[in-house]
């Protein structure tokens, strides 16, 4: 039914400044558009095969996707939705995010001996190549734009770039391979712990950013009289984060057995456990911190729970295997 509706959905108008959320589906060649005013698909941008990360510039007017086929990042322009350029890139690119000034774009590359490439937003040119411990799969830059910090799962290496220098600042090896981060802050907005997920662990662990070392491991709840979900789980129990724009609660996603649950910050108290659906991947909540969506892969849909009553308040229809998401404020004029 999606599909068939493409072509109106992507000649929909949107409203000058809307905030929206962007869901990937991994196994298609497309992403959907949502609107969480009315949680209904809006748009739709095509053409981009095997897409992986997504991440909106600060200003807007750009929505930049690895495109994992074509070894590029491609820029979408908000707001007619289309790709209007493809950078290459280094090699097999996983995720992105931008710097908090907009002037760079950090893109993980998985493919070995793995690296964090630098595009430049005003060139649109990939302008350096860093070097890093491990193929990297995930990459975010920090709340107060300091830093990027960038994953390996085959090394299990957290790495630290300065973002003033485009350098690699030091790094931390777990003892697992590193899946999706989050980030909670000092009072003077410079970052505190890194919570990050980890291969074949159900749940997350808590690193002290300036001690630079674990200090905490958290498991997920185990649900008596449920049967665990072995199956099409690729190394990671647990894949999906999400921080409430207060700061005072903590999404964590479940594949085992299907949930998402909210701790609160900054103990780490179980509140809730929410269920969504077979295999809850990435997760993100808009900036009015609203609702939380979640990509359940299994069900082709993203899911979404009310923040306050901890509860499905919606499933919405998106791409096949739906996984990667983000959502902030599109300019469309």
Do not use: C
């Not at 990050?196 to 630079?212: E, I, T, Y």
């Not at 739906?322 to 404020?329: A, D, Q, V, Y």
């Amino acid at each position: 039914m999606i599909r068939a509706m493409v072509g109106i959905l992507v000649a929909t108008s949107l409203t000058a400044g809307t905030v929206r959320v962007l869901q990937t589906n991994s196994a298609g060649d497309n992403i959907h558009v949502i609107d969480p005013t009315t949680n209904t698909v809006v748009g739709v941008i095509e053409d981009i095969e095997t897409p992986h990360g997504v991440a909106i510039s600060p200003d807007g007017s750009r929505i930049y996707i690895t495109d994992e086929a074509l070894r590029t990042l491609d820029v979408v322009d908000a707001t007619t939705l289309k790709v209007s350029k493809r950078i290459p890139l280094s090699g097999r690119p996983n995720n992105v995010d931008v710097a908090k000034n907009g002037a760079q774009v950090y893109v993980g590359i998985a493919q070995a001996p793995g690296a964090v490439d630098v595009i430049d937003t005003a060139s649109l040119t990939n302008v350096k190549s860093i070097p890093v411990k491990g193929a990297i799969h995930n990459v975010y830059v920090t709340p107060d734009g300091k830093y990027a910090v960038a994953g390996s799962i085959p090394e299990s290496t957290i790495n630290v770039i300065d973002t003033s220098t485009n350098t690699l600042a030091w790094t931390l090896k777990l003892s697992a391979g590193i899946r999706p981060m989050v980030f909670t802050r000092n009072p003077d907005g410079s970052t505190k712990d890194i919570i990050v997920q980890l291969s074949n662990f159900h749940g997350f662990a808590v690193v002290d950013f300036a001690a630079r070392e674990e200090k905490q491991r958290i498991e997920l709840p185990d649900l008596p009289g449920q049967e665990k979900e072995t199956q099409g789980l690729q190394g990671s129990p647990s894949h999906g984060l999400a921080i409430t724009p207060d700061g005072k609660m903590l999404w964590v996603t479940s594949k085992y057995y299907d949930f998402v649950a909210a701790y609160s910050l900054p103990h780490y108290k179980l509140l809730k456990v929410v269920p969504v659906g077979l295999h809850p991947e990435w997760l993100t909540i808009p900036p009015d911190g609203k609702n939380l969506y979640v990509a359940v892969a299994g069900k082709d849909a993203t899911v979404v729970v009310d923040n306050k009553a901890m509860k499905v308040v919606k499933t919405i229809a998106v791409g096949s295997v739906p996984k990667r998401n983000t959502s902030g404020m599109l300019r469309t004029d």
